[in-house]
């Protein structure tokens, strides 16, 4: 197991994250994915504390709230040092019935914050994530209300989810001018079947000298070896919740190159898909998810690949995201100024 430096801190994360996703059992939009009880998810995190993981993501959202507890518990019943650990949460999502129970105000993060840390059994969060954007609050006022959190000692880093290259740069700039607690990582979809980040965020991510954790990198399943062009339908969760959107014709073409690489090397489509992800010099770690044991297992396989130069540039070619403007423009206009 490698470990990268989050963002500009000089904290250290394991190149694979334990996602706890799975973790709990609501009904819902969610049901397919999640379902693990306690027993299951101790065993999960000690397996994955033994392979070298030190890195954990959660959200109040997930499972109303059963995640957190089911992972506090975890480390808990595990007798795990929790300063070995880094344990990630986020906020924003709908968390009652009353019109202030979502979002990124103050008075919801402070809330949550809170809730947070009494299901988690902490007294800390290590990496605190603004689950994606709230249109109706500025920008400063969940900043200053983060920065508070840090102060506080209630929070030790804060990181960003599912916004927009534009939103996560103009936060950045409001940190840097009002000398608040700037945001470390942004955690987002990206998978050898889904670059749409490449276009905006990677190089933002690149230049501002953000973190990266990538979620759902198997592109909700459809990338774990059991969906082909003779089995479309596959089966697990992706046949009953199809998400997230996948253009499936690429994604076959992008399987049908893996397949022989994977058989070649002696592993699985699924470790081969993360082991690509893992040779993304912007990937700091990978979140993997698992409701079974052999999921894990298979998973923890990635860190074991080597992707050859050769294999790096057929899986990039097959890959590949068609240019568009003014991506296609600014290939054309920077010859000139290579170093």
């Known amino acids: 197991m490698k470990y990268h430096l989050l963002g500009r801190t000089g904290l250290k994360v394991s190149e694979l994250c334990l996602g706890t996703m799975t973790f709990g059992s ?8 999640n379902g693990v009880d306690q027993a299951g998810a101790d065993a999960l995190v000690k397996r994955a504390v033994e392979a070298g993981i030190n890195f954990i993501d959660t959200a109040n ?134 670059r749409d980040l490449e276009r905006e965020l990677v190089p933002l991510l690149q230049d501002q000298q953000l973190g990266l954790m990538v979620w759902s990198p198997l592109a909700g399943g459809f990338l774990s070896g059991k969906f082909t062009r003779e089995n479309p339908t596959g089966e697990g969760r992706r046949s009953n ?16 190159k893996l397949r022989p690489m994977a058989e070649a090397k002696g592993t699985t489509v699924a470790a081969l898909a993360l082991a690509w992800l893992l040779h993304q010099p912007v990937v700091s770690t990978v979140i993997i998810g698992a409701k079974k044991m052999d999921q894990l297992e298979d998973n923890l396989k990635a860190v074991d690949v080597q992707l050859t130069p050769d294999e790096l540039k057929q899986l990039d070619e097959v890959s590949k995201l068609a240019q568009e403007y003014p991506g296609w423009m600014l290939s054309m206009t920077s010859g000139d100024r290579q170093a």
């Open 26 to 33: 609501v009904g819902g939009r969610f049901a397919a994915i």
């Open 61 to 194: 959202i997930y499972t109303e709230g059963q995640s957190e507890e089911i992972t506090g518990q975890a480390i808990h019943n595990l007798g795990l040092r929790r300063d070995s650990l880094i344990l990630a949460t986020k906020v924003r999502g709908k968390m009652g019935d009353g019109p202030n129970d979502a979002g990124l105000t103050r008075q919801h993060i402070m809330a949550q914050v809170e809730a947070s840390l009494k299901r988690l059994k902490t007294d800390y969060i290590d990496l605190y994530q603004t689950h994606s954007y709230d249109p109706l609050t500025p920008f400063e006022e969940t900043l200053r209300a983060l920065d508070d959190l840090v102060r506080q000692g209630k929070v030790r880093y804060i990181g960003a989810s599912n916004v927009a290259a534009w939103q996560l740069m103009k936060a950045l700039g409001i940190s840097e001018r009002q000398h608040l607690e700037r945001y470390q990582s942004l955690q987002a979809y990206y998978t050898i079947a889904g």
């Open 241 to 256: 919740f199809d998400f997230p959107p996948v253009n499936k014709e690429l994604a076959f073409d992008i399987i049908d």
